[in-house]
Each structure stands twice: as structure tokens, then as C-alpha cells.
């Protein structure tokens, strides 16, 4: 099966579900808001405000890997607040400003939610009527006619929207994800060069590191490419993704959990072989050096944002935090495990994980870096 | 509940779903393309085929009321089909045109499907890969990059697209349906004026039909001021939706059986003298007026489109029409009937239903009359 039929974080909205576990990606956006912003406010210099004030034109951000939890539209709440702060309460605006003295003037928005085929969307849009009266009420938007929300699914690796038709291109936590497991972990015999491990770990050789490398290299210029062909002039790009977090538990413990599965029998050891979560969390250095090989677009800032436990769970004890980051692991790669293994397993693997992790308080270090991009198209 | 939280054709695709028995409007759209046909190539003619081909622009397409069923995406293949040869293979263009050698010069198109928030998506969205296989199939669109379909949900007598957005509007056999209930259909002692009757029948006084046409006009004036905001110069809409159909079967049938349901004690009389189906079936000459009064548009085209069994049932005798037409009205009218009277009372109403129509040979005339309009947006 295809991968972009079976990755998606677990739905609902009850403790296991990806909803009640998305307090990281929170977290980072918070402590990324500054690069936000500033995107946001040079976009807005570069637009002709006389076009927009007189209809001719309009807004348009795309929202990439949007999801179905809460998140989702607090990310379009944020946007929509910085936009309407520098259309409306911000004097410093470029040559061609006229003065905004109506809301009613503000420029139409229109918000493209992407996500795989798979993604509830129904979800979503349930939500959508309460999230306009949200935005009315805290006096951003007026109604009706200035901020339309629609969903376009599709993979982010294909194309998704017309020639020059984005403004602005948003995705938080998803860029990390490949468009497939690296062939190149494979010999041509079928034997796996990452034995025992499900990703890189400590005793992957360096064939697996760069097999990852090469396939986030190709999935990641791809996407650069697709993006400006689809970026409008004006545009710029912001996007938060994983990096490579030295020391921290990575995926420790689940090679350590699914090992002993296989010892005991429960998963045959080919099955262990052959998985390998298709996700690469590159290095600063990484990134600046695939965005510039590529050369659509130009690195405007970046920053590391380092995420740990203690940012969201200051008052629990060592066992909450140790219990959440099952519930996490799970929340997030559950569905990929579960395609892989049968989900027979499921239950037994993650109580596994938890014992696990409880036996080595010393190790624990949960932490996670992300990278906090924001780019601007080449001329 | 509102009516947008309440009102859906019957899901899924079993015998008893509305996607089994949607022959109905496939059967209108095919008797009326030859309409839509001559829309869509006066829109082409009025583009600027430079502008497309360059990249500046793009054509938005707009399906209001789109379903989930079949249908929705037979439309946008009949649309992109009819667009693609007046770009591609017509030699008699305007004076701005340029060769057309490459079905990559095509223009994008941007096709936004949109119900209501209650509508199921998801299922669209799952069918969407298979879709764009199809086109590619038919020579029709070379991918990635020249088809793009979204949602965007809410209802169309509210605003749903940015100013100048939307350069083609199509429905099919929607805006028949009222934003809500006429409100007149009650005194203000809150007595029904239209006691025995879920419609305009034989036995409603005139001031019934009044309210009808009034909430009609209303709703359909609101509808093509926010339309006309939203079209894009060049731009055009077509729609298909019932028309008045004199002599035709109607819901006689079924105020008989619900009276009888009342007499035996298993409806309250009150409940029946509470429910009016918020639908009405505008005559040609309504239409033109309301088009007229409200002033966005020009009537560019407008045909009775007439339906009856006799197109989808050729072979059969009279006892399947039967069954077919109690199918149908539970699949389009199933959803607010339950929503009103109750799920208990469902299984015994339609099997009631489909005895009296047996009962009835003589009288049972099952025709609907369409209107197809295709309006151009004045200057």
C-alpha cells in the first residue's frame, strides 16, 4: 500500500488521538511566532494595497499538512490576526498604501487547507461556522465576504495549485515526512542495511544515513520546485519541520521494544527488517544547503527552536512525561506500525515501550529540535 | 435545527442511497448540454487567451450544491471536456488567440466544489486520484499541474468565494431548495395555513403559494447579488433546477399517506400541520422576473427541460416506476422527513407510500419539468 494511504496521525479527539497529543507543534509555533510575523509583514510591503483595496486581487495562503486537530485553524487564527495588524492598525506601510479606515476594506483572504486524501476533512469544515463566529468576534473579520476556508487534497510532493495563483505557503511539523521509505535501504539481494533499527540509530552504518539524506534531498528540492511554479509575486514561505536532535530518546526505545519482539517471537525478524519509518529530520546545514542547490528560493531566516518535556509538562513527575511520550509515539506513527505489523500487536508493543522507558529514568531526554524557515522566491 | 444541519440526500451507494437513484438530474444534464455548451464557449471567447496561456491567470469553476454522489464529478469532466475543445481544437477564436500546439499551453483550471458543511467530502476527496487518472486517460489533462479540485463548504445564499473570483458558476438541481421554511406558512396565532399538505397541493389556499414564492424570491435574489460579487469579468453561470410541472404526480401521494397516518393515530395532527418541505419549483416566467427585478444579470438562455420515467425506465412495466419513484423520494426527502416526524415512523410511511401509488394506476403521471438558464453577469 501506498504510503499516502496509510500516514495519517491518529483522528478522534479522545486521550490516544493525535488531537490531545499535538501540544508540541504548539509549542514550537509559539516560540516561532517572531519568523512568522516577520514573513508575513514583508508580504504584505510587497503587495499593491491599491490592488486589494479595490478587489482586483486577493489573498491566498495554502496551509500544507493542515491535519484535523485544533491546530489547524489556530494557525489560520494566527495568520489572519498578523495580516489584518499590518493592513490595519500599522502606519509604516510601503509608497502605495491608501488609508484604511473601514475593516470592511481589508483584503479578502482565501485559505487553501492541504493534506493527504486520507485527512478528515469532514472534521474540519463541522468546525468551520464556530471558527467564523471566533474570527468575527474578536473583531479580525467581518462576514460575510472577506475570509473563505477550502480544502485542496494532495500530496505536497505533487502539484496542487494553478501557476502564480499562493501568497503565502505555511506548514508546521509535515515537511519532514518523505514521499516514500528510501529505496536504498535495500541491497539488490532484498537484504536491509538497517538491521534492527527503524530509523537512523546508533547501529545504523553510513549507507542509511545517506540513503535518507538522498531521499529527503530529491522529496524536499522536488517540493521547492513545485512550490515556486506556484508561488504568486509577491510570495513568501514558512514552514517548521524536525530536526536532528543529538542525544535526545529518538527512536531508542522502540528499536529496543520491537528487538525484543522479535526475540521472543511475537514479529518475525524479516518484518523488523524491511520497516523503516519514512521521515528525515535534517541538520541546519542540511537545509540551507538543499534549499540553495535547488535555487528557487532564498533562505530569508532560520532558526533552531528546541522543544523539551519541561515546556509543557512543568509540574508533572518523571512518569506523566514518560506516559505522554508513548502516547505521542503513538499518536503520530501509530498508523504506519500498524499497516506494517498488523494491528494485532499494537497493544502489547506500546505497553512494552512504556515498561521499557520506565526502566531507564537516567537515559530519558526528551527533547526535539525543529527548524523554523522562512523563505523568499529568487527574481 | 437548521435546515443546513439537517438537510442531505441519503449517503452511501445501496439500492435505498440517493448515488442509486440520481438518473434524474444525469438524465437533465445530458437533455440540456447543448446550454451549458454554448455558456461555457462564450466564456472562453471573452478571455483574454494570452493572459492564460502566458500563466497570469487562471479559469475558476464553481459547483454550487456538488453532492457526493457520482454525478459530481461526471460534471466537471463534462466541463473541462467542453473547455478543453474550444481551446484546443476550435480554430474559430477570437482575435487574441495565439497556437495552441501543446496540451501543455492548456489553461489551469480550478474547479471548487461546495455543499453544505454537512455534505460528505471525504468521499469526494478519496475518489480524487482515480478522477485525475480518468482525465489523463481521456487525453484530456496532462498532470501535474493543469486540474485542481478543492471544497469549499457552506451555504450559497451566503458569500463563499472571494470579489471577482469565479469565472463559472454551475449548479445542478440544487437551488430548487429554500434557505429555510417560509416563515408565512404560519399565522401569527400559530395556526397552519396549510393544514393536510407538505407542499404547494391541491387543497393550499393561495396565500400558500404567496409565502413560497416569496421566501423564493428572496433567497434567489440573495443568491445572485452574492454570485454576481463573486463572478470574475468574463464570467458566466448555468444552472438546471425544477420547475412548476403541471398535472405531474407531485407529493399528492404522499399527503395522502401522511393524512392516513394522522386518522390511524400514528402522526399527531399538529406534527403534519408543522412540516412544509422547503423546496419550490419556480415557472419559466417566475424566473425571468425574479432575474429581472434583482438586476446582477442577463438572461442569456432559458429552457423547460422536460423529464419523465419513460427516459430512464424504457423497458420496464408500470410496478418498477413505482417503486423507483417511493425510492427517490426517500433518498432526496428521507433525511428532513426523519428529521421532523422521527426514525420510527420512516419504514411504515414508505411502504404506506408505495401501496397508495399502487392503488392509483390511472393517475400516476411521473414527469418533472427542469429549468436550464445560463445568465451572463451585466455590465
Not at 504584505?44 to 499538512?65: F, H, Q, V
Not at 535547488?294 to 512525561?321: A, C, H, L, Y
Request: charged share 25%; proline share 4%; aromatic share 10%.
Amino acid at each position: 500500500m501506498e504510503l499516502h494511504q496509510v500516514l495519517h496521525m491518529k483522528g478522534g479527539d479522545d486521550i490516544s488521538s493525535y488531537a490531545k497529543n499535538s501540544s508540541f507543534p504548539k509549542t514550537v509555533a509559539t516560540k516561532s511566532r517572531h519568523i512568522l510575523e516577520g514573513s508575513i509583514k514583508e508580504l504584505c510591503r510587497g503587495i499593491n494595497m491599491k490592488d486589494l483595496l479595490y478587489g482586483k486581487c486577493w489573498i491566498r495562503m495554502a496551509e500544507l499538512g493542515c491535519g484535523s486537530g485544533s491546530n489547524t485553524l489556530t494557525t489560520i487564527k494566527s495568520f489572519i490576526e498578523i495580516l489584518d495588524k499590518e493592513f490595519y492598525h500599522n502606519n509604516n506601510l510601503n509608497s502605495s498604501r491608501v488609508e484604511v479606515d473601514d475593516a470592511t476594506a481589508l483584503p479578502s483572504v482565501e485559505i487553501l487547507l492541504n493534506d493527504l486524501v486520507s485527512n478528515d476533512f469532514n472534521l474540519i469544515f463541522k468546525s468551520l461556522p464556530k471558527f467564523y463566529q471566533q474570527l468575527e468576534k474578536l473583531g479580525l473579520r467581518r462576514l460575510p465576504g472577506s475570509c473563505f476556508v477550502s480544502a485542496v487534497p494532495g500530496s505536497f510532493y505533487g502539484r496542487l495549485f494553478p501557476d502564480n495563483s499562493i501568497h503565502f505557503f505555511h506548514s508546521s511539523q509535515s515537511l519532514h515526512w518523505l514521499s516514500q521509505v528510501p529505496a536504498k535501504l535495500m541491497t539488490e539481494n532484498g537484504l536491509s542495511l538497517n538491521k534492527g533499527n527503524v530509523h537512523i540509530g546508533n547501529t545504523s552504518p553510513p549507507a542509511v544515513h545517506d540513503a535518507y539524506l538522498e531521499q529527503f534531498k530529491s522529496d524536499f528540492s522536488t517540493f521547492l520546485r513545485r512550490r515556486s511554479i506556484e508561488m504568486a509575486s509577491p510570495g513568501r514561505m514558512f514552514f517548521i519541520l524536525c530536526s536532528d536532535t543529538p542525544g535526545s530518546v529518538g527512536f531508542r526505545y522502540l528499536d529496543q521494544t520491537l528487538n525484543d519482539m522479535v526475540k521472543e517471537g511475537i514479529i518475525e525478524e524479516k518484518a523488523l527488517d524491511g520497516f523503516n519509518i519514512p521521515m528525515y529530520e535534517p541538520t541546519m546545514e542540511e537545509m540551507r544547503w538543499i534549499i540553495e542547490e535547488e535555487g528557487s528560493f532564498e533562505v530569508n531566516q532560520i532558526e533552531t527552536i528546541r522543544w523539551n518535556k519541561d515546556d509543557d509538562v512543568k509540574n508533572m513527575d518523571q512518569d506523566p512525561v514518560r506516559e505522554m511520550y508513548v502516547r505521542v509515539t503513538r499518536a503520530v506513527f501509530g498508523s504506519i506500525i500498524e499497516s506494517h505489523f498488523g494491528v494485532g500487536i499494537m497493544d502489547d508493543l506500546f505497553r512494552r515501550l512504556a515498561k521499557n522507558i520506565s526502566e531507564c529514568v537516567e537515559n530519558f531526554i526528551w527533547i526535539q529540535d525543529s527548524l523554523a524557515v522562512s523563505l523568499v522566491k529568487k527574481d
